[in-house]
């Protein structure tokens, strides 16, 4: 059932070794990159139909097009390792266990696009990651992978870290890239995309860790032969983490197309201790909330995967408690720089609190259902658009359940 692209090396190389790294095919696609066009570079990952890992799923052949076509010649390539949503850890799993290959990544993208800078944006929580990368970045510079001209090439290239202060949004594009210029972590309005105005507004190109960890295979097995796993809209590999009442809990690498309830049933081997299934979560705290019969979708981007989380919750799990935490989390993560976010988490955390204490009324639940409505379509950021999903959904799968509640509080009135 898993498929090890991504993590074939892992246990089997020292994750502070470059020499591990290289010993087992390191470095083998970017010294095979830096002797081909940059066309042919970004033909291969068309090819591959590569879709970014972070959950936004937007073709990575795009903006190295992009980033390629543009005038000015201060380009950057970031890499998103804040990984702030709740229920994802496969990016720490990556950069713990085979922190090259995303470097790798990032330096054939860099040679691609003419990018001499690059930043890896880790989130402050991550300690260990961080020490990790930065050997790895200092072990590169020392085999000359990073630095001036590299392998000879006559391109140059080097890398920063940069840690977040545990800003959730700060996984949002520009929030990132503002904080990478010492700035709040606020979204921009858009467009221009990153690819236009980004890092210092100047061309960059924005890619998730796993993303970038998969061009160095996609060059090693060609665009052609990674197109072949996975589903039609969805190609290559999916990291997905594995949280909850689960039994297995952890990371695991599967081919797109593997259905949500057989990676629960085989690899997280099912609900803990022998309990009911009540309902799963994809995505992390901001995606859909589904109950059992609806979990035989597949892993892919028309299901709303997001980044891979798939959290799983038992009978004793109270779906309002749940999504009042949600609320109450957004509530607090929120920039508040625009107004449908800033407001709408807002009030809806204190209707949910009202539905938890048997206060709320039919029209409480049509206000939240307003409310989420303008939040996903007017939010200025992902956050906002993306924060009313676990209601939204919560309320199609367990409608009854909430509905419940408010009856019996207009029985308790109109007695």
């Given amino acids: 059932m898993e498929k090890r692209i991504l993590t074939a090396r892992f246990g089997k190389i020292d994750p502070l070794s470059i020499d591990d790294y290289i010993k087992n095919g390191g470095y083998e696609a970017l010294?095979?990159?830096?002797?081909?066009?940059?066309?042919t570079i970004i033909d291969e990952i068309e090819t591959a139909k590569l879709r970014g890992r972070g959950g936004a799923a937007f073709p990575t052949f795009i903006k190295l097009k992009a980033l390629v076509g543009e005038k000015e010649k201060t380009r950057y390539i970031v890499c998103n390792a804040?990984?702030?949503?709740p229920g994802n850890f496969k990016d720490r799993h990556l950069m713990e266990n085979d922190p090259h290959q995303m470097?790798?990544?990032?330096i054939i993208s860099a040679y691609t696009t003419k990018a001499k800078k690059g930043y890896i944006y880790i989130r402050g929580e991550y300690d260990h990651s961080i020490a990790v990368v930065r050997e790895a970045l200092a072990q590169a510079r020392e085999k000359g992978y990073l630095?001036?001209?590299?392998l000879g090439a006559g391109f140059d290239f080097d890398i920063e870290i940069r840690s977040g202060a545990g800003a959730y949004v700060c996984g949002e594009e520009f929030a990132l890239i503002e904080s990478i210029e010492g700035k709040s972590g606020r979204s921009r309005p858009k467009p221009p995309f990153p690819t236009t105005a980004g890092v210092f507004m100047k061309p960059t190109m924005l890619n998730n860790v796993e993303t970038f960890a998969n061009i160095p295979h996609i060059l090693e097995m060609g665009g052609k032969a990674y197109a072949k796993i996975g589903t039609e809209s969805s190609k290559g590999t999916k990291l997905i983490s594995l949280s909850g009442n689960i039994a297995n809990r952890g990371v695991f690498e599967v081919p797109f197309g593997v259905s949500?309830?057989?990676a629960i049933a085989k690899l997280g081997r099912g609900v803990a201790d022998g309990r009911k299934l009540k309902m799963v979560q994809l995505s992390g705290a901001s995606g859909p909330i589904l109950p059992p019969e609806k979990i035989d979708v597949p892993i892919d981007f028309d299901h709303d995967i997001g980044a891979g989380a798939i959290i799983v919750m038992d009978e004793r799990t109270d779906v309002v408690d749940i999504l009042l935490r949600h609320a109450e989390f957004f509530e607090h993560e929120s920039c508040g720089k625009c107004t449908p976010c800033r407001e709408g988490n807002l009030h809806l955390v204190r209707l949910l609190r009202k539905v938890q204490a048997g206060s709320a009324t039919a029209d409480d639940l049509r206000v939240m259902e307003n409310l989420a409505d303008v939040m996903i379509n007017v939010s200025l950021c992902g956050?906002?658009?993306s924060a009313p999903i676990p209601l939204a959904t919560a309320l199609d799968g367990f409608g009854d359940q909430i509905r419940d509640r408010l009856a019996q509080t207009e029985t308790k009135e109109n007695a």
């Fill in 147 to 150: 630095g001036k001209n590299i």
């Fill in 260 to 262: 949500v309830k057989d």
């Fill in 31 to 39: 010294e095979a990159a830096v002797k081909m066009e940059s066309d």
């Fill in 103 to 106: 470097i790798e990544g990032m």
């Fill in 383 to 385: 956050l906002g658009q």
């Fill in 82 to 85: 804040d990984e702030g949503e």
